[in-house]
């Protein structure tokens, strides 16, 4: 995954647009079921992608980024964009977390892999430093979920739910 600079920039952007936009919905989803604390952390996430994303586009001032075409990007998906199994009627706050979680896996992961593949310094250097900012995102993620119960069983498991 060799990586211009402008090429990994449009990608950076357009994950941290996507990470924000589902943890908007996730914020939205939590805050409906009234689990405020919970809607709370998907805020302040919702925060962070956005402020990383002003970061990378002030960053990328005066560099030509190429205008991506959906499937011209190298993923099939954004990688903190799942899909969108999580956002249903029946999501409890252990999934959620769950899910924000992979998301922001898959968005260390991608960050990772770019700076081990490619031959560019500086998208080296700002792909170690992204992924070190999803590693952080990880770990946040952890603790919350180290403090919330595990549910026993989903909506969609529970027998006497009514039929889909």
């Known amino acids: 995954m060799d990586y211009t600079l402008p090429e990994f920039l449009a990608h950076a952007i357009a994950l941290e647009n996507e990470a924000a936009e589902r943890y908007l919905e996730l ?53 903190e964009a799942g899909g969108d199994e999580a956002f249903d009627i029946s999501l409890d706050t252990w999934t ?30 700002l792909a170690a430093e992204f992924a070190a900012e999803e590693t952080e995102h990880v770990a946040a993620l952890d603790q919350w979920l180290a403090r919330t119960p595990r549910p026993s069983t989903t909506w969609r498991d529970d027998p006497a739910a009514p039929a889909a």
């Open 27 to 79: 914020a939205d989803m939590m805050e409906a079921h009234r689990n405020d604390p919970v809607a709370e952390l998907f805020r302040d996430m919702v925060r962070y992608s956005r402020m990383h994303h002003a970061s990378i586009v002030e960053r990328a001032q005066g560099i030509a980024l190429p205008a991506l075409r959906s499937w011209q990007y190298r993923w099939r998906q954004p990688p």
């Open 96 to 125: 959620a977390l769950c899910y924000a979680r992979a998301n922001e896996v898959r968005a260390m992961e991608y960050y990772s892999e770019v700076g081990q593949s490619t031959s560019d310094a500086e998208v080296k250097r």
